[in-house]
C-alpha cells in the first residue's frame, strides 16, 4: 500500500497534515461507528497503519527512501489487532477511539459550546437597489448542525458496553514487561455507555451543506460597507452559537446618480430659453419624475436643493436631491434662428467676461 495515497496527502504533507488527515479517516472508519462493517474495519486498519508510519520521521524516512510496503511494525499490529483501543496507552502515535470520540461520547460535559466561524460574502447591488434595500438570495456552502443528532455528535442509545475499554472500565497497555492501566476516559470506569458517536456526522456535529440563505439589504447602503446577517454563518459545535453571515456590499455606479451621504446628486441640461426665461424643469428621481422651478437668468452650474429626494436612511427620514443645471445648447442652429441670436446679441452689448479683466 502507498501510505500517502490511503491519507490521501501530498509526499511533502507536514506532521500536522497527516495528523489532520489520519483524524478525519479514522473517524470515518472507525469500527465503533461501523459496527460489524468489515470493510470499514479493513479501511481504518490501513489506514491506522499509514499514519504510523508517515507520523513517526523516522519510520517515514525509511519508507520513503526505500518506498514500498511499510515495514511491518509489533507496536501496530499489537494496538489494532482486534481493534485494542489501548493504542495511545502503550506509546504509539494513534489515537484511542476515547480521544478520537471524547468530545462525542461525552456531549457537551466533555467540550466546551464553540461558537461557529462568521461567514463572509460579497453582494454586488444596482445603484437603485442599494437606495431603497434589496432582498437577495444567495447559494452557500456552510458547517449546518447535523439533522440526525441535533448538532451533539452522539446520540442517544440503550445501555451498552463501553467500546473504548470493552467494558472493562479501564484501559490497560503494555510497556515492556510493565502493564499499565487507567481509568477508560469514555465511560469514566464505568464500562457501559449509554452514547454513542454519531455516524452521519463522524462526532462532529455539524457537517458541510450548500443551500440558499435569503439576506435583506438595509435601505440606503453605501459603496463598501458591510452588514451582518445574525446566525447565518457556521453552524456552532457542542450546542455552540451560530456564527454570523457577513456581507461587503459593492454598489454599482450609476448612469447619472451619484451619492454623497444620503444626498442623492444629478446634473439636468437646461436649454437657453429656459435658463433665460426661468422654466419649471422635470428632473429624474429614484421615483420617478419630479418638477423643478429654476428662476429666469438662472447660470449654468447653478445647483438646487430638492428637499427629502435623495435616499432613504434608517431613521425614516431621507436626504435631498441636488441637482446642477447645465447650459445646453442645440447642436445646429437654423438661419432663423442664428438670426435671432444675432437679434438678441445686438440688443445685450457687452463683454461676459469683463469681470476678468479688471
Ligand atoms: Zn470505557
Ligand atoms: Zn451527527
Redesign the pocket.
Known sequence: MDCYVVLGLRREATVDEIKRAYRRLARRYHPGINPGDREAAERFQLVSEAYETLVDPERRRRYDTQGGAAPPQAESRFAFAGFDFSASADGTAAYSFGELFADALHGSRSREPERGADLYLEVALAFEEAARGARRTVRLSRLESCAPCGGRGFLAGPDVA?A??EG??EIRGVRGHMVFART?P??GG??R?RHHACGACGGEGVGAHTGTVTIDVPVGIADGAQFSVAREGHAGRYGGQPGDLRVAVRVLPHRYFRRDGDDLLVEVPVAVYEAALGARIDVPTLEGVAWLRIPPGTQSGRTFRMREHGLPTRGGRRGDLLVTVRLALPDVLDERSKALMHEFAERNPGNVRAGLHT
Open positions: 463501553c473504548t475499554c472493562r472500565g477508560c469514555s465511560c464505568a464500562g455507555v
